[in-house]
């Protein structure tokens, strides 16, 4: 089993929270990782573990024992219940712990019952620091899904293939997406065509026949879904028309290459888009690793009118972090120069150029490196 290296950050929340809700997606190792922590576990999608749950709850909550709610959101009477076992003892700490796949119905209900009471974190797929150097090299291609190929090999694509249709038959719809099963999986490849680009929701609704509305409405439920991720523009008074649009990128790589049809790392390479999927890429294993150490922040990236380009501004508060992407093995000074330039219209205190050069130069705080040079950095 790979060890997830979001399990200290785990536990440190339990020890200082009564409850924590870890969310994630589908598959992505949640229960798994919960039941290494040890306790009693309850799937709620299943009407005989609730019933179980309902009987066992006045022993389960006056023993020991850790409880496990998995999708708690499909059961949304038991957050009042965990309310109501947490108030009648507030000191005792690490008590529930909720797993959930839909992050807005979990928030919801979790606001209503378990504000001041609950910490949230999320568990990633796979991520490529947490794997085996001889399975790094295709985790780009096949994603971080555990069964999806990382750990499996033969089972990409056609794993990813099912994942989406049951996300699309039945989990979306059961979450309240309103559009039929065919209309979703059109939104999801045409949401893989533009990954990387300038979201346009009206384009996308003229090839649906749907309106600017409700195509955004059906983009809330894939981002809550933690399919995609709406990463929003850095605004800045710089005195420069900014771009106010936000970009779109597929979570996991995996996803995004089941569905444009891209079976082996040489396919993907002679793709038009694959400097889009390894930007992408990089994005969410920055944002994952910052997040599984605990480290709060904010993602953005910066787009100026006339050409001024950062694929991804971090905000830490106190400090700001400029990274620019580029699929490459030869990146040039040039390219250096001009991220230094742009990370300086906004005051950049970091900059790093990430590239899949061999060999990575520079300090702490400027340097032109690959993925394992810029994990380090990160660390």
Known sequence: MVKRSLLSELRRRLARSPAVALVG????????????????????????????????????????????????????????????????DRKRHGRFLLLGSVAPALAAHASESLTGRLSTIELTPLRWSELARTRRASHWLRGGFPDGGILAPQAFPEWQHDYLALVVQRDLPAWGLPAKPQVTGR?????????????????????????????????????????????????????????????????????????????????????????????????????????????????????????HEIDLVLDFGKERWAIEVKLSASPTTADMDRLDRTADMIGATRRYLVSQTPRSVGTDVRASCNLSGLMERLA
Not at 244 to 272: F, I, M
């Open 25 to 88: 997606p589908r598959q992505c190792g949640k229960t798994t990782l919960a039941q290494t922590l040890g306790g009693a576990y309850y799937d709620l999608e299943q009407e005989s573990e609730r019933l179980r749950l309902d009987l066992e709850w006045a022993a389960r909550t006056t023993g020991r024992a850790r409880i496990i709610l998995d999708e708690a959101q499909a059961w949304p009477e038991v957050f009042a219940r965990v309310r109501g076992a947490i108030d009648q």
């Open 187 to 307: 939104l999801l490849r045409l949401l893989a065509a533009v990954h990387g680009q300038l979201w346009n929701a009206s384009r996308i609704g003229q090839s649906l026949g749907l309106s600017y509305h409700t195509v955004n409405s059906y983009l809330d439920f894939l981002v809550g879904a933690f399919l995609i991720r709406r990463l929003p523009p850095f605004e800045a008074n710089l005195g420069k028309r900014l771009v106010r649009s936000p970009k779109l990128y597929w979570r996991d790589s995996g996803l995004l290459h089941a569905l444009l049809n891209v079976p082996d790392e040489h396919t993907l390479l002679n793709q038009p888009w694959v400097g889009a999927s390894w930007e992408g890429y990089v994005i969410e294993q920055v944002i994952g690793e910052l997040a599984a150490h605990g480290k709060r922040v904010e993602p953005y990236f910066f787009r100026t009118s006339d050409g």
